[in-house]
């Protein structure tokens, strides 16, 4: 793709996002409603299916394509986390589906018919110590019975079908902990009510996030992922992908920040003369728009890599990390530029400010990005 090609998806991109303003994000945050119209527009324009590939129905672009969509979509100071997992998420089926299951549901996702949001991984007691998992899938002739829960299943009221990682042979009884766990496609359209109940949490931000839990779940064997015992690896494949566009969409979050700042700096007044002329206002902006920059090389690079196939752990690990703490950096000056009015809701800098902290945390918290790096890349022994 053309750099011409890549910025007439973000001109399109923030067109689409100017539709929905401040004020409609505000009133979804304050009722903690999902952004259904904002989610069906994205769809029907083709935005959500940009990594399917085109003899699925998709678009066919790449990974970079789908991070400039993202980082467009917090930029124009809307939130992607409505959606953003479809992108990710489809990807364990795209690689490791057998041809049946993509042909079933890949064009019906690419359509929108289908919605795949939801990415049931995390459990209130394993955290994230992921081979501790506690939800089992017995195999019982052609299915597949599961029990157990997950925690901060993110988007599942409002999704289709869940991806879902469960353990298929006790962690006893296997030679490696990470051994053992598959990967399933679960239709929650006919699983609700029917062995499987969903919780809203009500959390700090508008994230739909909720509880599910699993009781006598029967799933089709035939929606088994892959081989039977290898969901881990699975998973982890497509972390990298997630971990370069939650990235890129922390850089989207900074450079709204950035942008709203430089513009109450510019417009308010104060001991007769604009804020933005002292440089005790204007140093932590520059601060925070150098952060940004660099950030953003990081997430490019990490795309390229990931695209062309290459390694790309370690640049897609530092590209979350080095994008969410640019973002916190740009958040936490934003709401200093803007004194007492950032803490006023129609300012939308308190809910951004909110919603762009979540990235420290999920996917994956600031000290396992550290760990990451201080073991496999300095070789630094491991430490838990
Ligand atoms: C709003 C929201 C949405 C989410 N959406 C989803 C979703 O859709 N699907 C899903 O599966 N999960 C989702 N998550 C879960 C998210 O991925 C986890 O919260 C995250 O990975 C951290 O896991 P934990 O909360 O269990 O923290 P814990 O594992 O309990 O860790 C708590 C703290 O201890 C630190 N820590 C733990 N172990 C170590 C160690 N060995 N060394 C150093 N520090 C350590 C961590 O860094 C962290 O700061 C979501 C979470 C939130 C808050």
């Excluded at 124009?76 to 990710?88: I, T």
């Excluded at 994230?128 to 597949?144: E, L, M, N, W």
């Excluded at 002329?277 to 601060?287: D, E, M, S, T």
């Amino acid at each position: 793709m053309t750099p011409k090609e890549l910025q007439e998806i973000r001109d399109a991109v923030a067109k689409l996002c100017a539709n929905y303003p401040g004020e409609y994000w505000r009133a979804l945050d304050r009722d903690r409603r999902y952004p259904t119209e904002f989610v069906r527009a994205l769809t029907e324009a083709g935005y959500l299916s940009c990594l399917i590939p085109e003899a699925y129905g998709g678009s066919g672009l790449g990974l970079t394509a789908a991070a400039a969509i993202l980082e467009e979509i917090q930029a124009s100071g809307a939130n992607g986390a409505g959606c953003h997992a479809q992108m990710y998420i489809m990807g364990t089926l795209l690689r490791h589906g057998n041809e049946a299951q993509k042909r079933k549901y890949l064009p019906k996702i690419a359509s929108g018919e289908l919605r795949l949001q939801a990415f049931g991984v995390t459990e209130p007691t394993a955290g994230t110590d992921t081979s501790s998992i506690r939800t089992t899938a017995v195999r019982k002739g052609d299915r597949y019975v599961v029990n157990g829960q997950k925690v901060w299943t993110s988007r599942a009221e409002h999704s289709d079908l869940m991806l879902l990682l469960a353990r298929t042979t006790p962690r006893d009884d296997v030679a490696k902990k990470t051994e053992g766990m598959s990967v399933f496609l679960v239709d929650m359209r006919a699983a609700l009510g029917h062995g499987l109940a969903i919780r809203p949490i009500r959390t700090m931000i508008n994230h739909a996030t909720t509880e599910v839990f699993f009781d006598q779940l029967e799933v089709p064997a035939e929606n088994l992922v892959g081989e039977e015992g290898k969901g881990f690896r699975y998973i982890l494949d497509g972390m990298n992908a997630e971990r370069i566009l939650i990235g890129a969409e922390c850089i989207g979050d900074a450079r709204w920040f950035i942008d709203k700042a430089s513009r109450y700096a510019q417009d308010r007044q104060v001991f007769g003369r604009p804020i933005g002329k002292n440089q005790g206002v204007q140093f932590p902006i520059a601060r925070a728009y150098m952060a940004m920059r660099a950030a953003a090389l990081m997430v490019e690079r990490a795309a390229a890599l990931y695209e062309q196939g290459k390694p790309a752990g370690a640049e897609a690990n530092m590209a979350k990390q080095l994008a969410a703490e640019a973002s916190w950096q740009a958040a936490d000056m934003c709401l200093q530029t803007h004194g007492g009015f950032g803490f006023a809701e129609e300012y939308d800098v308190e809910r951004k400010f909110r919603e762009t902290r979540l990235y420290q945390i999920a996917p994956i918290s600031t000290n396992l990005v550290l760990s990451y790096l201080a073991e496999h890349v300095l070789g630094l022994p491991r430490s838990y």
